[in-house]
């Protein structure tokens, strides 16, 4: 009667024993499914690409008053950048501009406008755009975000028209130059800077 009751106790103790072990899988299995449905709907539902600016087929350009009385055009020859899609949403854009590719179609001026007394360009070689949000406003999207322009930063908002059968972001505005510590020649040189963008991608914005 005692070993038979031995036995039983032994027989138990692995039954539960058993079921414990059993237990503890079956909570491992259930908690490696969990992690794996979070990650493939993480994955199906978070798709960002970086798409690239396609600079020989984009043009930024500025204008700037003269004496009051002329405009000054000119561009920038050298840049680029890329913007960041995130399931087909505009979710980042970030863009470089040498200063030494600046262009007004007069060697003097471009020379002074590279030198130490205005850009300083070689102080300050780049000009540089980082969105930092994005807001839809009526037609177009407003990007809001941080230029640096002869090391000063200013919070800026770039109202962008998109064009996505075209790959193609347009982008206008205007800054006071004063506002970047370019100081001199304050009768000469207008106080407003406009700037005008055409920025073609190399891949389509709403295609995967």
Avoid: W
Wanted: hydrophobic share 40%; glycine share 4%.
């Amino acid at each position: 009667m005692g070993t038979v009751y031995i036995i039983h106790i032994v027989t138990n103790f692995k039954r539960n024993r058993l079921f414990m072990i059993l237990k503890k899988l079956s909570n491992c299995i259930y908690t490696l499914n969990i992690i794996l449905i979070i990650s493939l709907i993480t994955t199906s539902t978070i798709c960002a690409k970086e798409i690239s600016i396609s600079t020989p087929n984009s043009t930024i350009q500025f204008s700037v008053s003269h004496i009051g009385k002329t405009i000054v055009n000119g561009n920038f020859n050298s840049f680029n950048g890329h913007v960041i899609v995130t399931n087909n949403q505009l979710t980042k854009i970030e863009g470089l501009i040498n200063v030494d590719s600046i262009e007004t179609n007069n060697k003097i001026r471009n020379k002074y406008l590279k030198s130490k007394l205005f850009l300083n360009e070689k102080k300050y070689p780049h000009i540089y755009y980082v969105s930092e949000s994005f807001i839809p406003s009526n037609n177009i999207l407003l990007s809001y975000g941080k230029l640096t322009i002869h090391g000063v930063t200013n919070d800026i908002i770039l109202p962008l028209n998109i064009n996505a059968s075209q790959n193609m972001i347009q982008a206008s505005t205007k800054l006071n130059r004063f506002n970047y510590e370019l100081n001199q020649h304050k009768k000469m040189i207008g106080a407003t800077v406009n700037i005008m963008m055409d920025i073609s991608l190399e891949k389509p914005l709403n295609k995967n």
